[in-house]
DNA sequence: TGATCACATGCGCACTTTCTCATATGTTGT
DNA sequence: ACAACATATGAGAAAGTGCGCATGTGATCA
């Protein structure tokens, strides 16, 4: 990143679809599993069998949860033998969920913020 | 972000409660509503109602929202009279949502990747 | 004080997710 | 061709989500 202006990337509006887009890959990453099974592959490939036990899923959810991170190119699959190896689909994906997790670190868990009862700064009027 | 070498900081595996940390600040990210709303706050501050009507939503649907995006600290309210003024928590937000689109807008949306049926790299044996 | 405005919140319901069970499909060795 | 293996997939149950509706709460104005 450049340097950190006002508003810069992120500041343009959201139009219905692109939302829809978003939202899509958004939900792929956004269930425990799935992010286990990401990160597991941040390392190199794996088989189904494997991402399994590293994550602690049964292999038809694992399978069930690849096909989903498939379906929207977070992962990409390939052939050996009996079994399938994956692993995560570019290099985009490792940089999306280091940012994610960069995120994650530099929030505070405490405080559930209740909406402060009364709150106002004093009524600027108008 | 100081360089982006191949596996940094998304390298390391993801315990389950971390992951379930994760997930829960995604799932809140992975709606095209709350979508919206962030990236209309991205330019600044807004009233609820101008909020609801920037993203077509219900005052309902809009306060809901707000009160998920609140509980994990992503925006934050500040009263003025009978309104309340929404804002994103922090920096960190707005450089979340460019990380989320940039990797968006590097990703090719035609093929649905239907895994090949037959696509083994010659089994290697083993 | 009462009316009205701006927002929050509980309830309920339609819809979606996620996982398990059972079974189908593709692969290898005999 | 058959048995064993690795993975994929469909159906369905349990749990979670998104939002409308009705109503509650705090703030302003007459």
């Keep these: 990143m450049p340097h950190p202006s006002e508003h810069d990337e992120a500041a343009r509006a959201l139009d219905v679809d692109e939302a829809a887009e978003l ?14 099974v990401l990160y597991a592959l941040s390392s190199g490939e794996l088989s189904v069998e494997a991402l ?6 049964s292999q ?3 399978s069930h949860n690849l096909r989903l991170l498939r379906s929207i190119k977070l992962v990409r699959a390939r052939r050996d033998g009996r079994r399938v190896f994956y692993a995560l689909y570019d290099h985009h994906v490792p940089e ?5 997790r960069h995120h994650h670190e530099h929030l ?9 009862a009364t709150l106002a700064g004093r009524p ?3």
């Design 23 to 36: 939202a899509e890959t958004l939900k792929a990453l956004a269930s425990p599993s799935r992010l286990r």
């Design 52 to 57: 399994a036990e590293a994550c602690g899923l």
């Design 60 to 62: 038809s959810a694992t």
């Design 96 to 100: 999306l969920l280091a940012a994610i």
């Design 108 to 116: 505070a868990p405490p405080a559930p913020t209740p909406l402060p």
């Design 124 to 126: 600027t009027r108008r």
